[in-house]
């Protein structure tokens, strides 16, 4: 468990190399800024509350809280009570889960890339990672009324709770923010390349590495059986998500679109990650492959509803983990009617109080301090204008 | 098993940054693309057939198949078997040995760079790891003829079974696709250097990172005495390679050769690997030192002979690989002629079914599509061809 | 353990990544070059006499030496020892305690960096990595006369004994050096940008997840509980003292600069390295945010004191290393007024042995090889100079 919590905390190197990687260089010193503060500030307000909102222990189970700050349970005697859990301690539930936590954020991140305000988006990720995401986790993770359906709503390592939470948040931003300058001109949709395509794939084989942390360490315990399963699940969903995602882009697009490939791997991880553990090898290459095609499909509806997603995050990280929340209730051992019902019924849950509550921060940020840089500052690059710094600023050619 | 399976994973970015680092800017993308291909394609390979063919169970020594798909074995009553093996589960061996199914692609990959048709190369890959290397890797980790020799050859995490496999392929792809444009010039040799020296050494020190997975987790169980000494002999020899390389290329060529340090590494721990358990921390110094010493003349040597290989993957993984598989007849708990004799018989019958199945799959190849881009593709690049992207589209220079 | 040595190891290419990214592109290769000696030199060391100088079992405190060479001990049957330690064997320890050594010079390689001839500083590594820096770590972790005091000295997993071991001597460097030309003009403070900031974050993030491994292994068994406590502590430390060194920053400087923040993140996790295993997260909290506003000052002090330390590395490690070492005293389970007098006098040996013996080495050096390269060789770069080399030798730029 401790070193899956590592492995996702990694993730977040591979988040920025991906975020980076997929946008303009005058944008990149923003992008590391926005990235490092997500998972600094995160862990804090997890520490402070989020924990306690998120696991509020016996609660109505729509929102409760334990109270500010963290501490181990003692015993009666006083002394720290390790029987906790099976498998792993308080101090580790705390860490895996406050790596988690600040992965919504950072969904997000990636979708407003490139023209929004870094003050604004401090705030939206103090108030997003800080309290919906925790109460929102408490309805399923925290024992909340999710879990309580008579089938209760299934989501092992969070293609909802995670994955579409940042999704939700990362449209309605997207909407409210409006696309970057020359994404959408004349009626046509213009490619907006990155600048660092190495990086983005280093990004996303880091991502891949932290996803053996992030679903296997949802098994929350050493079973070593189940937790193998999970991990070769991973993998396979990872890799048909890819392969399907490059084919069917080469058959539409005419070319190997690097770019594809790498989000049909990223579709699949979010496709399997709600049943990571309930599935055979087989049904976890189907769901990729499928994660992988929609991934084609969803980039393409994405740009034809003028909504501007830098790096694809809406793509992956909401239609994706949509899809892999249904297959629960398609594939492996729970598939059933009943539990395709509560599948349903959670993602529904997610997307009223994400959407809900995203708009009303974004939009009142909007209507106050405003969202987005001005014109000349998204045209020179907000490294210049928000930070005062260059990515790159000894970097030379030589003269042969 | 499960972090070292993950570490394994990891080296696929170890391999594509030093590729990518090595060769030219305008080749990037297709780097890339074949490596993220590799792993990929390479695990859904080994799931659908590879482990099968690999683990035969009982066969006739030289090629068995125990079925399509992968599935844990169960008991009389249906359930699990967990007594699948000691220390791991069927689904830790799976994932393991699927992560270093697609290694030996991979070290082709990088001797065939800037110059193969991508097409062609899939194909390769396909029938290379999909089908040669498992009936290979049979003969010994399977339990084949070469393991039922009187004196087993011996060859611990796959100096020859991995790394010369890969190289005995990449001479032979090497030798029939000819060399790049440039490359040797009225009877010259001309140095054509790479485009990112930063991230080829970020790969070595993954890869060394990865190895930690490779070699500690061959030793199959959770044995800490022998783990720990295998760790430690692989980062002797790692370091003794790296050392040894830029002492003598110091003393032959005067200057401080950063490439050939970084191969010295890699060769240091392609040398080690056959015997990482049986041997001592002075045996590995020595293995790794030597290893380090062949780098520089075998670098030399493959020059001379007009092959091509960009990446030094012939002198890193099937010259070392060669020594590495002998140094367990010389040095540590094995050594003896016998030991000796049985490691030039698993050398010479993997150099046989090598050479023979990878001229028959390229020769094919080239003399039906063709293996080779045109001239123009070559000259201006694999990117803009094969793939219509560019690795850096939007990087700037900044006008100080 | 295994797995915090492989993670401790991970940690030079987040040193070598920092490094790089915040000096000029015409070094890069020299860094690399440094970064990539110090590790596999450093382990050779280690195993050659370092371990036995560190650990010499019975000695007068002071200075001890068990031998050339490692070997496990073994039992009066000849048979390799188990009970060497609970929780770890003779060869992990071995092979952390050498991932630790080599650190003290890559704190140094950055201090010096960007004029520093590649020579002597090879010698200073053999020295001060061969010799002292296991000499003084005797003094603690070897059972040595700071270990003995009343109350004893404590340090956790290395504030003084490997942050500020290579905090003193870069400072004694970097005074016997020089600043680089043009760094301080005119009585002015220039910044000199360095080239890749994308890579220095990185770097940094690779860091912390190294920081895992270093605090988590220096438990020294796999007790869940404490060794959990201590990851929440270095996170949570590691997490304030990014915050607080950017909002120190900001409020002093105006701009969110990038640079603070990432050395913020270190001076937190070099701050709770002393202690992590005895504070609570509070605790660890404010000795994180301490940590982070002393870097902000101490990076303008070091200024002003007209030493050039290219990465910052003096008021990372030194600086904060200090404050770590004795927030010991103020803070968590050990605080008191004796154990700060400890703290103090294990700071001021470390300050003695240090100072003296790097000002031997690097004077030494001086006034016979020299130990800065001429004034050509530091404007044009010493990739060109000492390597024949160049960094980024194929990059270009596209013509869009």
Chains 1, 2, 3 share one sequence.
Not at 322 to 340: E, N, P, R, S, Y
Request: net charge negative.
């Amino acid at each position: 468990m401790m070193i899956c919590t590592a492995l996702v905390f990694f993730m977040h190197l591979g988040f920025a190399f991906l975020e980076i990687g997929l946008t303009r260089q005058k944008n990149t010193i923003n992008v590391l800024f926005k990235n490092i503060f997500i998972i600094t500030v995160g862990l804090l307000l997890y520490a402070i509350a989020g924990f306690n909102l998120m696991y509020p222990g016996e609660f109505n189970g729509y929102i409760g809280f334990a109270g500010f700050g963290i501490a181990a349970p003692l015993t009666e005697a006083g002394t720290i009570d390790l029987a906790y859990n099976e498998g792993y301690t308080y101090w580790t539930d705390f860490l895996f889960q406050g790596m988690f936590a600040a992965t919504a954020a950072t969904i997000v991140s990636g979708a407003v890339a490139e023209r929004i305000k870094i003050g604004p988006f401090m705030i939206f990720t103090v108030l997003y990672v800080g309290i919906v995401y925790p109460i929102a986790g408490s309805w399923k993770w925290g024992g909340g009324f999710l879990d309580q359906l008579d089938t209760p709503f299934y989501d092992f390592a969070g293609s909802t709770l995670v994955h579409s939470v940042g999704g939700w948040a990362a449209i309605v931003a997207v909407w409210l923010l409006g696309s970057r300058i020359g994404k959408f001109k004349d009626g046509q949709i213009k490619a907006i390349p990155g600048h660092n395509l190495p990086l983005a794939t280093a990004g996303v084989l880091i991502l891949w590495l932290g996803w053996f942390g992030f679903n296997g360490g949802s098994v929350l315990s050493a079973d070593p059986e189940l937790t193998s399963l999970t991990l070769v699940t991973t993998c396979l969903a990872a890799a048909a998500g890819g392969v399907s995602a490059a084919f069917v882009s080469t058959l539409t697009f005419k070319n190997l679109d690097l770019t594809m490939f790498l989000n049909g791997v990223l579709g699949g991880l979010v496709g399997i990650t709600a049943g990571a553990d309930q599935m055979s090898p087989m049904d976890a290459i189907i769901i990729g492959a499928v994660a992988g095609a929609i991934i084609v499909f969803a980039v393409s509806l994405i740009d034809k509803l003028r909504l501007d997603d830098p790096v694809g995050a809406i793509a992956v990280h909401l239609i994706c983990g949509i899809w892999g929340t249904l297959a629960v209730g398609i594939f492996g051992k729970l598939a059933g009617w009943d539990q395709l019902l509560s599948q349903l019924i959670g993602i529904g849950s997610y997307a009223l109080i994400c959407i809900i509550t995203s708009f009303l921060i974004i939009y009142t940020l909007k209507k106050t301090v405003g969202i987005r840089v001005s014109e000349r500052e998204e045209l020179e690059g907000l490294d210049a204008h928000e930070h005062g710094m260059d990515a790159y600023p000894d970097f030379r050619l030589n003269e042969h």
